[in-house]
């Protein structure tokens, strides 16, 4: 694992080359696949659940206070997600 708070998909596909035996390509896409099948629960429900996962929900976020690093000047920050799931929620 990258360190203890973070988690990536190479991670997991590690793993599961390891102790499945899939070969990394082959756990990739089944990772990809997995999260594909949350985001769509996401986009169609708002929220995807399994017991063993975690659960999985669209939240709505607040402006934040920000600062232009060049100019010093502040501002309110826009919230943001993925470009990915922006897309597909749109």
Partial sequence: MADAGTLTRADIA??????????????????????????????????????????????????RPGRQPKTGGEGARTPRASQGLRHKVK
Wanted: proline letters at 0%; glycine letters at 12%.
């Fill in 14 to 63: 590690e793993a599961i080359n390891r102790q499945v035996g899939l070969s990394r390509a082959d756990a990739s896409a089944m990772i990809e696949s997995l999260l594909d099948h949350v985001l769509d629960a996401l986009v169609a429900g708002g929220e995807g659940e399994n017991s063993r996962l975690g659960t999985f929900v669209l939240r709505g976020k607040a402006q």
